[in-house]
């Protein structure tokens, strides 16, 4: 189902962006359509698409990007920073003071199991919690509910007539900070159940009032979240299961155009395992960085300067665009990089290639640096002028041999010949790097 795939879709886009050597205009309108896809499946609203596609493209295509940042790093960053904003407001999670919180939802929502989770929550804060058992209909729930404040020892109150009843004696009798009330499930928010719990919010007179919702839910917690907010009220949501299912985004995405916020998420059935939302995290998670930071190294790390990218696509590739290529491969990893700026296999050919051979090539370029200092701007920018006593003279310049100088220049006719071939991106089935994939057994 279409639904169980944004976040695999939110994955895809950004493992897109960040393995673009080189993003245009072209690349962030097909990008675009394809978040525009990924959104609409989760069933965000449509005017709040048109809104975050808007920004995107104004951000990422207009003329002064800031300072120091590519347009892919720009891309990356807008996308990451409007799907954060989409996916709701960061959560303080909830006031440490005396205060009441009733938890309402469907059937197996998580209630009885985050009632605990909440009390726990207060309880690492300093804050003592009063679980009160207001679910009168299953002769267990009262058990359960017991149950779990056993394992955190915090004391239960479940006596009195019906829910209400229960409700009454433990504002009477509690003397906790807080007091956390679960409510009985059912199918469906009828008018029954709508009855029910306005009643019991009359006597509890919470602080909070929370809807609790799976994760499995995916869009249609979009329903649930506005049919409780009219029905009943609600001041926030929990989402529980979000470990159990990958429609944890679609549902996140849905109660932020129900226009309610999500402020806890379940990740486990452990006592423990409840966090204060925070969209961040939750795309870092997604999207498998912790960070934008990290991120963003990796939108930079896999791609070369624009500049560079552009004029190898133009079919311009210099000595000087070598030069600078060289020069941004510092230290270890940068013959690496190169072959991971070429597109497919390039990362199963690395592992391939014998120990040393990529350090051996780093050494080489770091002659082939000096080689480079000592031709002409002329030269850096014509390299087919270099003749071969231009290349005599070259190898004195710069303490090479003549034939070092000769094998730099092949190296480069080569590189720019699967640079230029990358655009078809058959680089390594047709390239001069066919040679290395076949010794390899890749070709
Ligand atoms: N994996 C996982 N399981 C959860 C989470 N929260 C709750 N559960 C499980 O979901 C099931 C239902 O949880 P309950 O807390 O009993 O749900 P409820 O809303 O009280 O259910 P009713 O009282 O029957 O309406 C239990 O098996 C819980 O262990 C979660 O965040 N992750
Ligand atoms: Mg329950």
Redesign the pocket.
């Known amino acids: 189902m279409v639904l169980d795939t944004f976040g695999d879709s939110i994955k895809k886009i950004f493992s897109k962006v960040t393995g673009y050597s080189l993003v245009d205009k072209e690349k962030v309108d097909a990008l675009v359509i394809e978040l525009q896809r990924a959104l609409i499946q989760a069933d965000v609203d449509i005017e709040l698409i048109a809104e975050l596609s808007g920004r995107i493209k104004n951000n990422v295509l207009k003329k002064d990007l800031p300072k120091g940042m590519s347009m892919k790093e720009v891309l990356v960053k807008n996308l990451y920073d409007e799907l954060v904003w989409f996916l709701g407001e960061k959560s303080n999670g909830l006031e440490l003071k005396k205060q009441r919180i009733l938890l309402i939802?469907l059937?197996?929502?998580?209630?009885?199991?985050?009632a605990g989770k909440l009390a726990k929550w207060f309880q690492t804060r300093g804050l003592q919690a009063g679980l009160v058992a207001c679910?009168v209909h299953?002769p267990a729930?009262q058990d359960?509910l017991e149950q779990n404040a056993k394992r955190i020892n915090a004391p239960v109150y479940r006596d009195g007539k019906g829910a209400d009843g229960v409700a009454k004696e433990a504002v009477k009798k509690s003397k906790e900070h807080v007091m956390i009330f679960?409510s009985?499930?059912r199918d469906a928010l009828d008018g029954e159940l709508a009855k029910e719990l306005k009643a019991l919010s009359k006597t509890v007179n919470p602080d909070e009032v929370f809807l609790?919702i799976p994760a499995e839910l995916g869009q249609a917690a979009r329903t649930q979240a506005s049919e409780f907010s009219k029905l009943v009220g609600i001041t926030g949501i929990i989402i529980?299961?979000?470990?159990?299912t990958a429609k944890g985004g679609a549902a996140l995405a849905a109660c932020r155009a129900a226009g309610t916020s999500v402020r806890f998420i379940?990740?486990?059935?452990k006592i423990g395992?409840l966090e204060v939302y925070d969209p961040k995290r939750f795309i870092g998670r997604l999207i498998g960085y912790g960070d934008i930071e990290g991120l963003m190294e990796k939108a930079k790390e896999a791609g070369m300067s624009e500049d560079v990218a552009k004029r190898i696509m133009d079919g311009k590739f210099t000595m000087r665009d070598f030069q600078e290529q060289i020069k941004s491969m510092k230290g270890m990893g940068s013959m690496t990089k190169m072959l991971d700026m070429l597109p497919g296999g390039s990362s199963a050919l690395k592992k391939k290639l014998p120990d040393g051979f990529l350090s051996n090539q780093e050494e080489k370029m770091k002659k082939w640096e000096f080689a480079i200092n000592s031709m002409t701007p002329h030269e850096r920018e014509n390299p087919e002028d270099i003749t071969s006593s231009r290349i005599k003279r070259i190898a004195s310049g710069s303490g090479m041999r003549e034939d070092e100088v000769r094998h730099m220049m092949k190296s480069y006719k080569q590189i720019k010949k699967v640079m230029k071939m990358t655009k078809g991106g058959k680089a390594f089935k047709r390239g001069p790097f066919a040679n290395i994939a076949k010794q390899f057994g890749m070709g």
């Open positions: 939802g059937f197996g929502a998580g209630k009885t199991t985050a679910d299953r729930a359960q679960d009985a499930g609790v529980t299961k979000m470990d159990g379940g990740t486990g059935e395992d």
